[in-house]
Nanobody
Framework: QVQLVESGGGLVQAGGSLRLSCAAS????????MGWFRRAPGTEREFVAH????????AYADSVKGRFTISRDNAKNTVYLQMNSLKPEDTAVYYC??????????????WGQGTQVTVSS
């Protein structure tokens, strides 16, 4: 069992930056791929980014490519999402996910509770 706890969300002006963190419990963090997803009000959950177990592979949604960076620190059992040049359309609840595989369609074994990101114009 893996528990995921997100933090770092908040209110920021357009053009600003935030860094989300997701702390995972357990001793097997390095065996899991990790991902970030988001859900804006009235919309479906959408893929943001994911990272492989050893950080060798990362992938991003087109809407965030070049602005967001996913990274992980296996020694700290934590995955990060650095978000720069934020836009109002980035406003959403951001969720961390873990699994042996984390796909862009949202296949994952574990999910966090989410952290709210609000970008004002």
């Amino acid at each position: 069992q893996v528990q995921l706890v997100e933090s770092g969300g908040g209110l920021v002006q357009a053009g600003g930056s935030l860094r989300l963190s997701c702390a995972a419990s357990g001793r097997t963090f390095s065996s899991y791929a990790m991902g970030w997803f988001r859900r804006a009000p009235g919309t479906e959950r959408e893929f943001v980014a994911h990272i492989s177990q050893n950080s060798g592979i990362t992938a991003y949604a087109d809407s965030v490519k070049g602005r967001f960076t996913i990274s992980r620190d296996n020694a700290k059992n934590t995955v990060y999402l650095q978000m720069n040049s934020l836009k109002p359309e980035d406003t959403a609840v951001y969720y961390c996910a873990a699994g042996l595989v984390v796909t862009t369609r949202g296949r994952a074994d574990y999910w966090g509770q989410g952290t709210q990101v609000t970008v004002s114009s």
